[in-house]
């Protein structure tokens, strides 16, 4: 079975600083791996996904990740943040890369405050 | 060209009623995928279904709860006599096909309350 832990749930920063939103994994098979933004009171918005390749994966926003497999990482950051950043983000595994679903496994989510 | 469609948003029923969410998936998606999100938690996988029949329910309750996706229609995940636990955020999401590490696109979510 696959876990995913998000280590902070709340992040309080300051309106052009920089963030770093922290996920570690789980697995013990090769895993596909997301980030998933969700605003007040509405869906997941996909940020960006690691499938292969460049262990860096740049995404929408302004946001990018590395994946670590060492580490069984896969961090979030964006060097300078918008009050509009302020909103929840979902790290999420995908068991099963050779078919079978893109059943998702979410952990626990991080509240991203930007402040003024 | 429309998003995962769902409906009700919003949703109250009081305890022992039933409820009925609906999801339209993406044009052209054929496969289905239901979650729950409980107050303060990540969202949970419930149930994967394809055109008339269910491939994964692990994630669902053996009781009370049941997913459809007929072959003309919206998927259905119904809640029969609902208790105050039921209450949560339940998202729709769908992809084109599986495999290869496919995108899959949420809906903007049901929430439902039971008083």
């Known amino acids: 079975a696959q876990s995913v832990t998000q280590l902070d749930s709340q992040v309080p920063v300051f309106e052009e600083a920089p963030v770093e939103l922290r996920c570690n994994y789980s697995?013990?098979?090769?895993?596909?791996l997301f980030w998933y933004v969700q605003y007040p009171n509405q869906g997941l918005q996909l940020l960006l996904k690691?499938?292969?390749?460049?262990?860096l994966v740049k995404g929408i926003n302004g946001f990018e990740a590395e994946f670590n497999k060492s580490q069984t990482s896969f961090h979030l950051r964006k060097p300078s943040v918008h009050i509009s950043d302020t909103a929840e983000y979902f790290c999420?595994?995908?068991?099963?890369?050779?078919?079978?679903?893109?059943?998702?496994?979410f952990g626990k989510g991080t509240k991203l405050t930007v402040n003024p | 060209n429309a998003g995962v469609m769902q409906n009700p948003r919003h949703l109250v029923r009081r305890r022992g009623q039933e409820a009925r969410l609906r999801c339209s998936p993406m044009?052209?998606?054929?496969?289905v995928y239901w979650y729950r999100q409980l107050p303060e938690e990540g969202l949970k996988f419930m149930v994967y279904?394809?055109?008339?029949?269910?491939?994964?329910e692990s994630g669902m309750p053996k009781e009370r709860f049941s997913a459809e996706f007929p072959k003309e229609g919206p998927s259905i995940l119904r809640i029969q006599q609902v208790v105050r636990g039921d209450s949560a955020a339940y998202f729709c999401?769908?992809?084109?096909?599986?495999?290869?590490?496919?995108?899959?696109?949420f809906g903007e979510g049901s929430w439902l309350t039971v008083v």
């Open positions: 279904l394809q055109k008339e029949n269910i491939i994964d």
């Open positions: 999401a769908s992809s084109p096909n599986i495999g290869g590490g496919n995108t899959i696109y």
């Open positions: 697995s013990s098979v090769s895993v596909y």
């Open positions: 999420a595994v995908s068991p099963s890369p050779q078919g079978g679903s893109e059943k998702l496994v």
């Open positions: 044009k052209g998606h054929s496969h």
């Open positions: 690691y499938l292969s390749g460049s262990t």
